[in-house]
């Protein structure tokens, strides 16, 4: 069973601060790591993709692959109150057609 | 442009009902699919369709029939669906089979 794991949360942060969210994936040849957001009622939304290690960055976002460690991460600075979603990380399988979802991380901005 | 359109939105049916969604893409993506969420729950893969063919069906009651009648359009046929039924019904489309999924608006169907 390919797993995708993620802490349920709520993550809850200030305003103004950063958010860390973290993915772990069992399967050692996945080769893309995507992170989605999803508001409450509406469909996942791209974040950023991510194929090589290291650190990815587009505006507020930050991902992180580290595929020794088997870990995705994405950060976001000066979190903001419409940042307030669940974030999917996902996981190409090997056959490369389906996503393995994690099941999200609830993150909640406060004012 | 990432659009991927879905209907309708909303979706109210009987169990005897035949009803079919609807996804569209004009993006020149030759890989579509169709995915089923529950509430707080992950999206789960029903259908795969690579150049028009389907390539992956996750174990879907008959139910759920698919259709790619072109490369920019995949229906969902459904027909006898039970209340358990009752979910977000997902499009996604991407380039090729392997590359990054958009998400459609969705349709939130319940099977009364």
């Known amino acids: 069973q390919k797993e995708v794991e993620q802490n349920s949360g709520p993550l809850s942060v200030p305003e103004g601060a950063i958010a860390s969210l973290n993915c772990t994936y069992s399967d050692r040849v996945s080769q893309s790591f995507f992170w989605y957001r999803q508001y409450s009622g509406k469909s996942p939304e791209l974040i950023m993709s991510i194929y090589s290690n290291g650190d990815k960055e587009d505006g507020r976002f930050t991902a992180q692959l580290n595929k020794a460690s088997q870990y995705v991460s994405l950060l976001i600075r000066d979190s903001q109150p419409s940042d307030s979603a669940t974030y999917l990380c996902a996981v190409n399988s090997n056959s490369g057609y389906a996503l393995n979802f994690g099941k999200g991380t609830s993150l909640l901005v406060t004012p | 442009d990432t659009e991927v359109t879905q209907t309708p939105k909303h979706l109210v049916m009987g169990m005897t009902n035949k009803k079919s969604l609807k996804c569209e893409q004009h993006?020149?993506?030759?890989?579509m699919y169709w995915y089923k969420q529950k509430a707080k729950k992950p999206p789960e893969l029903m259908f795969v369709?690579?150049?028009?063919?389907?390539?992956i069906n996750e174990s879907v009651p008959s139910r759920f029939s698919p259709e790619c009648p072109n490369s920019s359009l995949l229906n969902l046929h459904l027909h006898a669906l039970q209340p358990e039924d009752s979910a977000l019904y997902l499009c996604?489309?991407?380039?090729?089979?392997?590359?990054?999924?958009?998400f459609g608006p969705g349709t939130r169907l319940l099977v009364l």
């Open positions: 996604a489309s991407s380039a090729q089979a392997e590359e990054t999924q958009y």
């Open positions: 993006m020149g993506h030759r890989a």
């Open positions: 369709y690579s150049y028009e063919k389907l390539s």
